[in-house]
Nanobody, 124 residues
Framework: QVQLVESGGGLVQAGGSLRLSCAASGRTFSSNAMGWFRQAPGKEREFVAASGWLSAIAYYEDSVKGRFTLSRDNAKNTMYLEMNSLKPEDTAVYYC?????????????????WGQGTQVTVSS
């Protein structure tokens, strides 16, 4: 059974940093697209970042470019999201997701597997 488990969320002051992890089990995703999404209260889930099977190339939502960095450790079957210069508007539940294919996608409907989410709260 495939499982994605996020960790690393928490409460941080504006300008601070957090590193989220997404550990996958049940199958390897080294050749698959994986991504991060977030959902703030009262809002729809939105794309944050993703990488395809060429994991060195990542795509970002405009508001996080230059602040967030997605990386993957295929040996550990784990994906990370390094978040710097955090802003109150980054407050949300962050989800990792994986596809059954190699190509990256920005729509949440295109992802097949999801984690349970980890809360990130940025205070002003």
């Amino acid at each position: 059974q495939v499982q994605l488990v996020e960790s690393g969320g928490g409460l941080v002051q504006a300008g601070g940093s957090l590193r989220l992890s997404c550990a996958a089990s049940g199958r390897t995703f080294s050749s698959n697209a994986m991504g991060w999404f977030r959902q703030a209260p009262g809002k729809e889930r939105e794309f944050v970042a993703a990488s395809g099977w060429l994991s060195a190339i990542a795509y970002y939502e405009d508001s996080v470019k230059g602040r967030f960095t997605l990386s993957r450790d295929n040996a550990k079957n784990t994906m990370y999201l390094e978040m710097n210069s955090l802003k109150p508007e980054d407050t949300a539940v962050y989800y990792c997701a994986a596809r059954q294919v190699r190509t990256v996608a920005r729509r949440s409907d295109d992802y097949d597997y999801w984690g349970q989410g980890t809360q990130v709260t940025v205070s002003s």
